[in-house]
Every structure is written in C-alpha cells, then in structure tokens.
C-alpha cells in the first residue's frame, strides 16, 4: 500500500469520526433547542395574557360570551404565513384560563370548562408562586403527540387570582425541526465531501512530490542525467531531503567522475606520450650528419609534433565533453536558426572543402529554429561536420538538410563515402571508440560522437546514424539517382519550439 493512500485512508477515517460525533451531537441539540425557544415564547404569551384578562377576572366577567367568542375566533384564524420555507395555515395555541382554585373558566377548544385543573403543573406550580409548566401526551406512547403548557399568573397586587395557561402542540414545531436537520445534513455532507476531495488532492499531491524524489534518486542511482525537480514546497522536511539529494549526488557525481576519468585519461594518454618518449630517446642519440640520418632525424620531429597535437585534441575533447556531462540542464538557452549555424560552419571549413574539391548540397525548410545552447550546438555540428569531411573522399558530397517533421525538427548530415560496419553502430557513441579515416587510416580520439549525444540529451532531442543512399534523402541533388552515392546520414532531432 503506497504512503499516500495509507495517508487519504487515515484521513478519511479521522474526517467521518469526527464529522459523525460533531452532526449526531448537533443533531441532538436542534430539537431541545427549537422548544426551547417556542417555551419562551410561551412565556410572553401567557404573561401578556395575564394582564390582559386581569380586570375581566377581578370584575367576574370572565366566562362570559365574548371573550370565549374572541379565544374561538383566534383558534379559528389562519394565518397563510409562509415562514423559511414551512408554510402555516392554523393557529395551534390552546388557551384555557383557571380561577384560583384551578377550575377552568374559559377554553379556546370549548372542551374544559368547569373541570378541575388544580392537579397538573403548569396550574398547580403557578397558583403557588413558582414558575407552571408541564409536557403531556394526547396519546399514550407517541412521542410526536406531546403538548407544551406553560402558565403565568392573574395577579391582584400579590394576590393570585387565576391562572391563564397556553398550550402549544410539539407537531406544529416539528417541520421547522426536520427542514432544520435536512439543511444541516445536506451542508455536513457536502462539507464531509469537501474534505474527503481535499484529502484526495493532498494525498495525491504529496505522493507525487515523493515520486519525483524517489525518481531523482533511482535516476541518479543508476548514473543518469537527472535534474531536481522543482518542488511547490517552500520549507519542510520535502524540501530539505530534496536539498539533501542534490547535494548529496553533487558530491557523489564529482567524485565518482573525477575518478572515472582519470582512469580514462591515464589509459588514452600512454600511447601518445610513449610514441613522443621514444623519438626523443631516438633524437637525444648521437647521429652521423648523413641524408638519411636527417630525414630519420626530421621523422621523429614530425612524430613529436603530431603525438603532441593528438594530446592537445584530446585533452581538448575530453574537457569538453566532461563538460556537458556534469551539465544538468541547459544554460542561457536563446533561440537559434540552424540553417544560419550550418552555413556559418560551412564557411569555417571553406578552404578544407575546396582542398578536397567537395560538393555541398543544402536543402532547408524556413524558420529552422530551436532552443538550445549556442556554445553546445555549435561543438556538436562542428564535429559531425568533421568527421563527415574526414569520411568524404576526393570529389565526394556532403548534403546538409533541415526539414520538419509535425512538430519535430530534423537536421541530416549526410556525406558519401563507406558504410559504417554493422558491428560498429553499437559503440559508435561510445567514449574513445574510432573508426580508421580512409585517407590515413588513422583514428580519432573517438569523443565527437559522444558530446553529440550528451548535448541531445540535454536538448532532449534524438540522434541517429545509419548507412544510407543519397537518393533516399533527396532526389533533386545531382547525381543521386547514382548506385555510388552511398555514404553515411546523421539525422538529429529537436522537439518543436
């Protein structure tokens, strides 16, 4: 089970336990508290109604007609109110008025009048100073049947007179309770799932902040070209083991790649520094000033110089490409016109070209452009420029094309000479493997091909070579529908702008 779904799970556990006690006491509490405030009103009820009938009580008028035809006539009224959504049509106070001795004298239901009330409390307790109130059931068992009653005294002075008391049914209050608890239900749900998709989102959010380090680091660990990724964390403890990562494989890449290539370094560097160790040993040994002994003499200069140029490109290369592979990411990345690059180093190489009397050929699609580093293209199509005219032979061709492929855009080296041997395409971007130039037969430090491939990785484009035809690239070129124009084509490949 991944760290994030074990994270959403007791989430989700801690969001329903939470939300159940809170809405079940909630719940609970909206019944009471609805009572509650229609007792109190009940209580200004009756005390308003206290005054009101006091002098009908102290001048004995009151069982008379009219002010049971009044008590009828507001049982009898409907209101048509419309109050949050809970619409009322009747009015649901019963109102009963007692001597001092508890006898009904007056009933807006017309059905007590003359009975003894002395015995139930909201009478009992007011004729006795306290506060009246009771709770009774119409029918036995049903909860929903209970009635309110809640009484104020008739007072003369001090004296108590009667008792005036106002009931309320429970049934009429209970839609305003269950629109109550339906609202209330509907906002915790929503709330619940709010939170619930709020977990999700930070579960799976947090996960793939972890992912991205696990990744980085199994991508270092395997010594690949890996770049932090850039966390929306601003402090914490993701932040700081992102942090410790990087500097972490900073260290750990310096060290190993120092000791890589100075192993490497030490190996490629014998050949060059024994062939030049030996002609000096040869130079330092007395000579008879004879022709041939000069030119022998003059062999070893030119061996020493050339060894001494091979170590110069070599170190050269070699810092160049340990260069763009401690690179993690591009640098100043600017847009760049590769047709304008192409012939900028055609123009380099102008007067090698005319030297071997090759032809170039160019077929470019408008608007070339890339983002990349400038420096790092310019190196990487210089040398396969290079090694396209070292392959090329007297007279040979050299096509350059740039050509979009949906929102790719390929550039093709291809130059006419011999194929590549099939044993050979696996290691060509291998570091320090070389091919024989036909010309010489002599190799190359064998770094070219490989900064190619560093500087694609970092350009997340493509490189690919393969033994081609030049007819299959373009047949508008001269000569191309010749069997003989073979030659090699190194196609690369840029992501589109």
């Not at 002075?157 to 609202?183: C, E, L, M």
């Not at 990785?457 to 047949?475: E, F, V, Y």
């Not at 073979?486 to 840029?494: A, K, N, P, Q, R």
């Amino acid at each position: 089970m991944s760290l994030s779904l074990r994270i959403f799970i007791i989430y989700m556990l801690f969001v329903a336990l939470c939300s159940y006690f809170v809405l079940r006491t909630v719940m609970e509490e909206i019944r009471p508290g609805v009572r509650q405030s229609t007792e109190e009103t009940l209580v200004d009820t009756a005390n308003l109604l206290a005054e009101f009938l006091r002098e009908p009580m102290l001048n004995n008028q009151i069982n008379k007609d009219f002010y049971a035809d009044i008590f009828r006539a507001y049982g009898q009224r409907t209101p048509n109110a419309n109050i949050w959504g809970v619409n009322k049509f009747a009015v649901n106070h019963r109102i009963y008025v007692t001597d001092r001795n508890g006898i009904v004298l007056l009933d807006s239901n017309n059905i007590a009048v003359g009975q003894d009330y002395s015995r139930w409390n909201d009478v009992y307790l007011t004729l006795q100073g306290k506060y009246g109130a009771r709770s009774s059931h119409e029918q036995e068992g049903d909860e929903s049947s209970s009635i309110m009653y809640v009484a104020a005294p008739i007072k003369n002075g001090d004296d108590i007179i009667g008792v005036v008391s106002v009931a309320k049914p429970n049934r009429s209050v209970q839609p305003f309770i269950d629109r109550t608890q339906q609202r209330l239900g509907i906002l915790g749900g929503s709330l619940i799932l709010l939170g619930l998709l709020s977990g999700a989102v930070f579960s799976w959010w947090l996960s793939r902040e972890l992912r991205k380090l696990r990744e980085y680091a199994v991508s270092v660990s395997q010594g690949e070209r890996a770049i932090i990724p850039e966390s929306k964390i601003a402090s914490g403890e993701l932040r700081q083991l992102a942090q410790a990562l990087e500097s972490m494989r900073s260290e750990l890449d310096g060290k190993a790649y120092i000791e890589r290539y100075v192993q490497t370094l030490a190996h490629e560097l014998k050949s060059p520094l024994a062939g030049i160790r030996a002609a000096a040993e040869l130079l330092q040994t007395p000579l008879l000033q004879t022709p041939e002994n000069q030119q022998q003499r003059q062999r070893f200069i030119v061996n020493i110089d050339t060894e001494s140029l091979r170590l110069q490109h070599l170190i050269e290369r070699l810092l160049n490409l340990a260069l763009v592979e401690q690179q993690q990411s591009l640098h100043d990345p600017k847009s760049i016109d590769l047709n304008r690059l192409c012939d900028e180093l055609l123009d380099n190489q102008i007067a090698r070209i005319a030297q071997q009397s090759i032809q170039i050929h160019k077929d470019y699609t408008p608007s070339a452009v890339v983002v990349g580093e400038v420096f790092l293209l310019h190196q990487a199509f210089n040398n396969l420029l290079e090694n396209a005219l070292d392959f090329t032979p007297h007279g040979g061709i050299i096509f350059m094309q740039t050509i979009k492929q949906g929102e790719h855009l390929q550039v093709s080296i291809f130059n006419q000479g011999e194929s590549i041997p099939e044993f050979a395409f696996a290691r060509l971007t291998e570091r320090f493997f070389s091919l024989p130039r036909p010309q010489t037969g002599k190799k190359s430090t064998g770094l070219g091909l490989s900064f190619v491939q560093e500087v694609m990785d970092l350009h997340a484009g493509k490189l690919s070579i393969m033994n081609t035809r030049l007819q299959d690239l373009s047949p508008n070129v001269p000569h191309a529908h010749s069997l003989a124009t073979t030659g090699v084509s190194v196609i690369l490949e840029f992501p589109g702008v």
